[in-house]
């Protein structure tokens, strides 16, 4: 009982005094506003309803997405030509500004998984959107990461 309370008293101890801090908690100091969108329209909405969490802050930078788009292709097939995998790629291409004299254009992201068919085409879809989800908030991960080191 000693040997446990004083394991779990260490544990404690030890993370909370050696400056761990969640990537996803810390304070940003600037503002990411979306001025335009182009590309495909589900990636960009998405997008928007993520970046309203990064509309206060001390820099303003306007947000042009210029380019989005999904590339689905067939990785394998099986011996009947049915299609087995897939690799499904998410591509980004922003352009950033702050002041008329800091621009950042044609900054682009990308992201791929490859993942099995399922025999059911609805939960097949609904898989995939989930996918783009998933991949979409990684890239917008990848560009708040990269804005913040600037």
Do not use: H
Not at 29 to 49: A, E
Not at 62 to 71: G, H, K
Not at 114 to 138: A, C, G, H, R, V
Request: proline share 2%; with cysteine; charged share 25%.
């Amino acid at each position: 009982m000693i040997k446990k309370n004083f394991i779990i008293f260490f544990i404690f101890l030890f993370v909370s005094n050696c400056g761990y801090e969640p990537l996803k908690s810390r304070k940003t100091n600037f503002s990411l506003k979306l001025v335009d969108s182009g590309g495909n329209k589900k990636i960009n909405y998405i997008i928007k309803n993520r970046l309203k969490i990064y509309e206060k802050g001390d820099n303003n930078y306007n947000l042009e997405i210029v380019d989005s788009n999904i590339n689905k292709i067939t990785t394998s097939m099986d011996t009947k030509g049915n299609p087995k995998t897939f690799q499904m790629t998410i591509n980004l291409i922003v352009n950033l500004n702050k002041n008329p004299d800091f621009v950042i254009e044609g900054k682009s992201f990308a992201t791929k998984t490859n993942y099995n068919t399922i025999s059911s085409k609805f939960d097949l879809k609904k898989y995939e959107d989930n996918l783009i989800e998933n991949l979409t908030q990684k890239i917008l991960d990848e560009l708040i990461l990269y804005i913040q080191t600037l």
